[in-house]
């Protein structure tokens, strides 16, 4: 994998933070390119290097986030708690991403790339062929708990972390035991 050059990696996280630093000021249809050049004190036209519009951008950051949650799950071979607290370590530290993220009617497919991201993650946890889940369709129960997983992720954010994230993973490790 090639490094990219530390001015292009520096220009880049100042535009993505002004994204999400403007989002959280207004809905994403009213942010301009103007806006978010000025906001990151960069030109129109280096934002026009590095991406095609304000879609592209939102649409680059998105994918960054689930990337980075794919290595996090590439990387650890782990029993359900651990993983879960790697995942919720993840979302406290970009915290502000996906409260933007969930709570922005400006994003609104990123609920979609999200819970498809667990549903991806899931399908390759469930066993049909023995115990507790034998018998059952295996997308039932991969949707059932991606869409409960995303659903308490939204509840976390929503309600301002009312548990700590390593009281939240433990209790989604112990759901994630017992439905898969």
């Given at each position: 994998?090639?490094?990219?050059?530390?001015r292009?990696?520096?220009?880049?996280?100042?535009i993505?933070?002004?994204?999400?630093?403007l989002?959280?000021?207004?809905n994403?249809?009213?942010?301009?390119?103007?806006?978010?050049?000025?906001?990151?004190?960069?030109s129109?036209g280096?934002?026009?290097?590095?991406?095609?519009d304000?879609?592209?951008?939102?649409?680059?950051?998105?994918?960054?986030?689930?990337?980075?949650?794919?290595?996090?799950?590439?990387?650890?071979?782990?029993?359900?708690?651990?993983g879960?607290?790697?995942w919720?370590?993840?979302?406290?530290?970009?915290?502000?991403?996906f409260?933007?993220?969930?709570?922005?009617?400006?994003?609104?497919y990123?609920?979609?790339?999200?819970?498809?991201?667990f549903?991806?993650?899931?399908?390759?946890?469930?066993d049909?062929?023995?115990g507790?889940?034998?018998?059952?369709q295996?997308?039932?129960?991969?949707?059932?708990?991606a869409?409960?997983?995303?659903?308490v992720?939204?509840?976390?954010?929503?309600?301002?972390?009312?548990?700590?994230?390593?009281a939240?993973?433990?209790?989604?490790?112990?759901?994630f035991?017992?439905?898969?």
């Amino acid at each position: 994998m090639s490094k990219v050059d530390r001015r292009i990696g520096k220009t880049q996280e100042a535009i993505k933070n002004a994204v999400i630093d403007l989002m959280s000021k207004k809905n994403f249809d009213d942010i301009t390119i103007q806006d978010i050049s000025d906001k990151a004190n960069v030109s129109r036209g280096t934002i026009y290097l590095h991406y095609l519009d304000k879609f592209d951008l939102l649409d680059k950051l998105v994918e960054s986030h689930i990337n980075e949650l794919r290595e996090i799950c590439r990387d650890a071979d782990v029993d359900y708690f651990r993983g879960a607290t790697l995942w919720t370590e993840y979302f406290e530290r970009n915290y502000s991403f996906f409260s933007l993220m969930l709570a922005s009617k400006g994003a609104p497919y990123f609920r979609t790339r999200f819970l498809n991201y667990f549903i991806e993650e899931f399908k390759q946890e469930v066993d049909v062929t023995k115990g507790k889940n034998q018998g059952l369709q295996d997308e039932v129960i991969v949707r059932f708990v991606a869409s409960a997983f995303v659903g308490v992720l939204e509840w976390w954010i929503m309600n301002d972390k009312p548990i700590t994230h390593h009281a939240l993973a433990e209790q989604l490790g112990l759901l994630f035991e017992r439905n898969m």
